[in-house]
C-alpha cells in the first residue's frame, strides 16, 4: 500500500465520525480538510520534483475510495482538487510543445502545483445554471486588458466553494466567443463572492454553492497562457472526474454494506435469510463496480483520452452510479425502519449515494455512449446531446 | 365520486403546497389536519347512524391515495385513524355476540366513533422499541384498579403523537401476561407525556415520537368490555394498517410521476428517451400497484380476514412500498440534479417513497408469506419470525 | 363464470398435458383447435343473434388468461381468431352508417361470423418480412377485377398457417397505392401457399409460418365492402392483438409459478428461504399484471380506441411482456437445474415467456408511448417509429 | 496474449459456425474437439516438463472466456477436462508430503497430465440423480479387490459422457462409507455405459448424460495412491469449476451482446434509443463480471482455497450467471423477434446464458455464501445447506 492510500486509510475513522453532524448542518467538513492538508494529500497528484507525491490516477482512486467509505462529500471535493491538479501535472510535454505553449505557462503551472503541495486547494467553476457543464453554451465571459483579465459572469456546484483557496474558472472570449480560457482564481480576488444556494438531497456537505464573478486577474492567471487552451485541461479532466466521481460512489456504496453489516451484528439479526441475500449481493456488485473503477483509473494513466479508455471511464461511471444507488437503497432495506432515522450512517449514505447517477456523465447518458461504441458508432457525434 | 373523494380530491393542492415545510422543520401537519376536521374526513369510516360517513375500506383506500399525493405524512397519520375507527366500525356484530362483549362496550364504541364524527381524531401507540410490533413481546403493562386501569409503559413510532385527541394502546395484563388488552387513552390524560424522537429519512412530518405512559384510565377505556380481547381489533387492524399503508405509497409514487413530468415540461425536456422511458415504465407500475391495493381494499370489506384477502393485502404492501421506492428512485433520475435540491418535490417524495418497504410488515416479510401460501403452506405458522 | 370462461378452464389439463409435445415438434395444437371447435369457442366473440356466445373482450382476456395456463401458442393462435371475430363483431353501428359501408357487408360480415360460431375460425395474414406489421410499408398489392380481387404477395408470422379456415390478409391497390384493404381469403383458395418457416425460442406451436399469396377472391372478401377501409378494422384490432397477447403471456406466467410451486413441493424444497421470496415476488407481480389485463379489457369494452383506453391496452402489453419473462426466469431459477430439463414444463415456459415482449407493440414502445402520453404528447406523433 | 489464448481465439470463428448445429441437435461438438487436440489445449493446464503449456487458472480462464465466445457448450466440456487435469497439476507439493501421498501416485498423476498433453481429455462423473454434487451423500460405492477396485453406481450430468477418453469418478467405500475416493476410469473399461439422458433448454451441446458403472479398475486408477483423499482433488476442484463456469458464461454473455450489435447493425436499427441504452447497460455489466472473473482467477492461482479466494469466487459465480442471464434476454429485446428464430445465435444464447445460475453453486446459494462472509459468519458452517 502506498504511503498516500495508508495515511488516507488512517483517516477514515476520523471522517466517518463526523460526516454526520457535516451532513445534518449542510456544512462544509472543514476539520477533514484540516486533516488532508495536514497529511500532504492536497499534493498527491503534484509531482515529486515540486514536492507532491507523484501519484497517478490509479492511485488517486484508491485513496478517493478510501475517503469516501469516511465521507462521500469531504471525497468529492477532494476529487475536484485532484483532477485540477491532476489534469495540470499530466499535460504531456510533447503536446505542450506542438501547441507552442509559453515558457511562462510552465512557470504558472508549477507554481500552482508547488502551492498545492504546500497546503493550497483549489475548486472548479465550470457548471452554470441551465446550461450545466457544457462548455460552448456558458455565458460567463472575460475580456482582454491591459496585463490582466475580466472574468463576469455566475457559476454553479461549485464544490467547496467559499473554502478552496482557488477556483478553476471556465470563460469566454467576449472577443471570439468561441474561444473558451481557464482562469484560476484566487480566493481572495475582489468581486469574488459566494452564494449559499447549496441544499440537497446528498453530499450534503460539499458546499456545492454558486459563485459570482466579477474580477480582474493577472495575466498568469490564464492555464496554459494562449487563450483558448480550455480544451487543453478540459479535455484531460472529464476523464479525471467523471472516473474519479466514480470511485467516491463505490466508496459510499462499500459503507452502505459495512453500515447494513454492523447494524445486523449489533441487533443480532444476521441469520435473517433476506438481509443475508441483499448484503450477499450487494457485496459482489460493490466488487466488481471497484474494480471496474481501478481498470478506468489504470487506463486514464496509461492512454488517457483514447477512446477505449473513455469506455471505461463510462463503464467505471455508469456502474459506481447505479451500483451505490442500488446497494444503498437495498441495505436500508435490510437493515429496517431503525436505520432510517437521522444519525445512522445508511440514511445518510441512502441519500448520499442516489446522487452519483445523476452527477454528469448521468447514468443514462453513459449508457448511451457505450452503446453507440459498441455499436460502432462515434459518441461525440452520434451520443445524445453534446458532450460536455 | 363519493363525497368524501371529491372533498380529499379538493385538499390536494393545499396539502402540497405546505408538505416542503412541515417536511424540512419534521413539524406536525397542523394546517392539513385542520383541513382534514373540517371537511369531516375524520369521520370517513364512522357509520352514518353516527354523524360519519359511512365509508368502507375501498373508499377509503382511494382517500388515503388522493391524499398521499399532496402529502404523504399526512396521509400517514390519517391512515392511523382511519385504521382505529374503521376497525371498531367494522367489528362484525355476530362476533360481538359470540364473544359475549358487554353492552357496555358497544357504548364506548360508539361514542369513540361519534367523537370522530365530530372531529376528534385518534392515533394508535402499539411498537415498542426492539420489540416491534409483535404484541407477544411487548412490555407495556396494565393492573386493574377499583374501576380503573393503570398502564405504565413506552410505545414509540406513534404517528400523530402530541396532536392526536386520544390513542389506542395495546398492553399485557400484570396479572397475567398472556392477556393482551387494548386501552383508548385520551391526550389530557395524567401522566401521558410525548418524547420528540422521531427525526427520519422520511416522512418527517408524521411526528411519529415515543410515547411514555403512567397513566390512570376509566374502566370503560378498555376496548370490548373484557381484558384480552386486543385481538378483536388487532386482527382487523393488520389488514387495516397494511393495506393502508399500501394506498399511501402508491399516491407517494403517483405523485412522483407528476413532479417528474411537470420538471421535465418547465425544462422542455419531454423528448429524451431515456426519461421518456423512465416515465413510461413508472406509470404501467404504479398503475398495476393502485389496482392491486384497490382489490385488496375491496376484500378487506367483503371478507376481512380470510386467507385470501391476506394475500392481496401482502400483495398489495409489497408492490406499493417496492413501487414506491423503484419509481422514486427513476424519477429523479429521470429529472436530473437540479431535483435533488432540498425544496424539490422529488427530493423529498424520493425520502417519503423508501420507507414503504421498511414499515411493517417489510417487503421481504411480505414477499415470505406470499411464498409459503402459494406453495401451499400456513405463514402464520411457517412464515418467517411471528406475524406481529 | 361464464359458461365460456367454464368451458375453458375445463380444456386446460387437456391442453397442458398436450404442450410438451406440441412444441418438441414444432407441430400445430390440432388437437386443442378439435376441443376448442368441440366446445363453440370459434363463437365466443360472435353475437348470440348469429349463434355466438356474445363475450365482450373482458370476458375474452379471462378466456385466454386460462388457455394459455394450458398451452401459451394454443392461446396466441386462438387469440387471432377472436381479434378477427371480435373487432368485426364489434364495429358500432354509427360507424357503419356514416362511413356508407353497404348492406353487403353487413350481409358478408354476418356470414363470416355465423360461420365462427359454427366452428370455422380465422388467422391474421398481415405483417411482412421487413416491414412488421406497419401497413403502411407493405407490399402485398391487390387489383381490382370483374367483380373479383387479385391480391398478390408474401405474409409472415402468420399464426395457424395451413390450419386456419380463412386469413384476413391486408394489401395495398395497385391503382392506389395509399389505399390499404383487408380481405378474408378461404383456406382453399387456389394460389395460396404455406411456407414452413416457423421454427423459433418460443411459442413454437403456432405454426406462425410465411403465406404467400397469388389468389383470386371474390367481392365480397372485401371486408367492409368499400376500398381502403382496412383501418375499418385496423383500428379496432391493435387494441385487441396487444391486449390479448398480454392476457396470454399474464396466463404464461401463472403457469410458471403453478409449474414452479408443484417442482418444489415434489421435492420438499418448499422451505428454501430464496425459492420462496422468488415464488412470493413472482406472485405479486402475476396478481398485479392480471389486474392490469382486466382493467385494459373492460375499457376496451366500454370505451374502445380511447386514449385513456390505449394508455391501459400499453400497460397491459408491457407489464404482461416484461412479468411473463422475468418471472418464468426466476421461477426456473427457484426450480433448480432439473427443471431446465426438456421436457419439464418450466423449461417451455421460459421460453414461451420470453416472446411476449418482442411482440409489437413491443415492451420498449409501449413504455416510450406510455411515456409521451404521461408527458402530455401524442403517442402517434411524437412516439418513437410510426404506430403499426 | 499468450500462445494458448491466441490459439482459442484463432478457434472462435469455427466453433460459432458450427453451434448452431450442434445445439439443434443436441449433438456433441466433435468437430471443436478435434480442433482442442489439434491446437494441444487439452495439455493447457499440464506442466511443460510433462509435454504441456504449464497454464495457470488466469490464462486458462481467459481461454474459457475466449472459447465461448465461439460456443459456450464446448467451453463448458472443456472446462471440465481443465479442471481435473488443472487441479491435479496445483497440489502443492509440501501437502503430497504432508498427507503422506505414495510415490506410486505421483507417477499415475504424471502419466495422467502426460496424456493430456498427448491429447487425451476427461470428463468429471460427480454428481447423481437427487444428491447433486454432495460427496457426503453419495451412492456410487466402490469395494477393494486384489490389486483392483470394483466401482458400481450411476452418474448424471457427465459433460461429454461418450466422448472422454476418462472420467474421474468419485465414489464412497463400502467398507467404510465415510471414506470418498476418486478414480480415474479410462473410457474403454468394460461395464462403463453412458445412457443419453441429455436434452435441455441450453449448453445442449455438452452431452451432459448419465453413466452407469459396474467396473474394476487396477489399483492405480486410485486418485492419491490412498483411499479417503477425495478432498485431495476434492477441495481444488470447486474453486475451479465454479470459477471456470463463471469464465464461460461471461463469455456467453460478450456473444450475446456481439450477436445483437451484428443484428441491429445490419437491420440499419443501429440508432434505436431504447437498443442503445440496453447494449450500452449490458456492456458494462459484462466488462465488470469479466474482471470480476479475471480477478478470482488470479487469486486461484495465487492463494488456492483461502477465505478471500473462496469469496472472489462466488462473486465470479453469481456475477456471471445473473450476468449472462440478464444481458442474453435484453439483447433478445434489443434485436427483436427475428432474433427469437432458431439458428439465429440470440436464440440459442438466450437459452444458453440462463444455466449459468443454475449450475452448483447456484446464484441464490452464492449470494447466501456471501451475505454469511461478509457478516463475519463461515459459509461452511452457516451457509444454507452443506457445500457440495
Known amino acids: 500500500m502506498s504511503d498516500a492510500l495508508e495515511a488516507a486509510?488512517?483517516?477514515?475513522?476520523?471522517?466517518?465520525?463526523?460526516?454526520?453532524?457535516?451532513?445534518?448542518?449542510?456544512?462544509?467538513?472543514?476539520?477533514?480538510?484540516?486533516?488532508?492538508?495536514?497529511?500532504?494529500?492536497?499534493g498527491l497528484m503534484v509531482p515529486e520534483r515540486l514536492g507532491g507525491m507523484g501519484a497517478g490516477f490509479a492511485e488517486y482512486a484508491a485513496v478517493a475510495h478510501e475517503l469516501a467509505r469516511g465521507d462521500g462529500a469531504t471525497a468529492l471535493v477532494f476529487n475536484m482538487h485532484a483532477s485540477v491538479t491532476g489534469a495540470l501535472a499530466g499535460?504531456?510535454?510533447?503536446?505542450?510543445?506542438?501547441?507552442?505553449?509559453?515558457?511562462?505557462?510552465?512557470?504558472?503551472?508549477?507554481?500552482?502545483l508547488s502551492a498545492a503541495a504546500g497546503g493550497a486547494w483549489y475548486a472548479v467553476a465550470m457548471s452554470e445554471r441551465g446550461v450545466g457543464s457544457r462548455?460552448?453554451?456558458?455565458?460567463?465571459?472575460?475580456?482582454?486588458?491591459?496585463?490582466?483579465?475580466?472574468?463576469?459572469?455566475?457559476?454553479?456546484?461549485?464544490?467547496?466553494?467559499?473554502?478552496?483557496?482557488?477556483?478553476?474558472?471556465?470563460?469566454?472570449?467576449?472577443?471570439?466567443?468561441?474561444?473558451?480560457?481557464?482562469?484560476?482564481?484566487?480566493a481572495g480576488t475582489e468581486g469574488l463572492?459566494?452564494?449559499?444556494?447549496?441544499?440537497?438531497?446528498?453530499?450534503?456537505?460539499?458546499?456545492?454553492?454558486?459563485?459570482?464573478?466579477d474580477v480582474t486577474v493577472p495575466a498568469d492567471a490564464l492555464l496554459g497562457g494562449v487563450e483558448g487552451l480550455a480544451l487543453l485541461v478540459a479535455q484531460?479532466?472529464?476523464?479525471?472526474?467523471?472516473?474519479?466521481?466514480?470511485?467516491?460512489?463505490?466508496?459510499?456504496?462499500?459503507?452502505?454494506?459495512?453500515?447494513?453489516?454492523?447494524?445486523?451484528?449489533?441487533?443480532?439479526?444476521?441469520?435473517?435469510?433476506?438481509?443475508?441475500?441483499?448484503?450477499?449481493?450487494?457485496?459482489?456488485?460493490?466488487?466488481?463496480?471497484?474494480?471496474?473503477v481501478d481498470e478506468a483509473a489504470r487506463r486514464v494513466d496509461a492512454a488517457p483520452g483514447e477512446p477505449e479508455t473513455n469506455r471505461w471511464v463510462w463503464r467505471a461511471k455508469l456502474l459506481a452510479g447505479t451500483t451505490a444507488a442500488d446497494v444503498a437503497a437495498s441495505m436500508l432495506e435490510a437493515a429496517g425502519t431503525?436505520?432510517?432515522?437521522?444519525?445512522?450512517?445508511?440514511?445518510?449514505?441512502?441519500?448520499d449515494a442516489r446522487c452519483g447517477s445523476l452527477q454528469p456523465a448521468t447514468s443514462d447518458v453513459c449508457a448511451d455512449w457505450l452503446g453507440v461504441a459498441a455499436l460502432g458508432g462515434d459518441p461525440d457525434a452520434d451520443g445524445v446531446g453534446s458532450r460536455w
Not at 475513522?13 to 486533516?35: I, K, N, S
Not at 483557496?165 to 469566454?172: I, K, P, T
Not at 463572492?193 to 464573478?213: K, N
Request: cysteine-free; proline content about 4%; charged content about 25%.
Open 236 to 292: 484531460l479532466m472529464p476523464h479525471w472526474m467523471v472516473a474519479s466521481y466514480a470511485a467516491v460512489y463505490v466508496g459510499v456504496a462499500q459503507a452502505a454494506i459495512d453500515a447494513a453489516v454492523a447494524h445486523l451484528n449489533d441487533r443480532g439479526l444476521a441469520d435473517l435469510p433476506a438481509a443475508r441475500a441483499r448484503i450477499g449481493r450487494a457485496d459482489a456488485a460493490v466488487a466488481a463496480a471497484r474494480l471496474v
Open 338 to 351: 431503525g436505520a432510517s432515522r437521522r444519525g445512522h450512517p445508511l440514511e445518510r449514505l441512502y441519500r
Open 9 to 42: 486509510r488512517r483517516l477514515v475513522p476520523r471522517l466517518a465520525a463526523r460526516a454526520a453532524g457535516y451532513d445534518r448542518d449542510g456544512a462544509f467538513p472543514v476539520d477533514d480538510f484540516a486533516d488532508l492538508r495536514r497529511t500532504g494529500l492536497f
Open 91 to 112: 499535460i504531456p510535454d510533447q503536446l505542450i510543445e506542438a501547441l507552442g505553449v509559453p515558457e511562462s505557462f510552465l512557470d504558472a503551472r508549477d507554481r500552482v
Open 193 to 213: 463572492t459566494v452564494e449559499s444556494t447549496w441544499d440537497a438531497l446528498g453530499m450534503r456537505a460539499t458546499s456545492s454553492h454558486d459563485l459570482h464573478l
Open 135 to 186: 462548455l460552448s453554451r456558458m455565458s460567463t465571459m472575460y475580456e482582454v486588458g491591459d496585463g490582466t483579465f475580466r472574468i463576469k459572469g455566475s457559476k454553479t456546484f461549485v464544490s467547496g466553494a467559499g473554502h478552496a483557496d482557488g477556483y478553476l474558472v471556465a470563460a469566454r472570449s467576449a472577443a471570439d466567443p468561441s474561444l473558451v480560457s481557464q482562469f484560476l482564481v484566487s
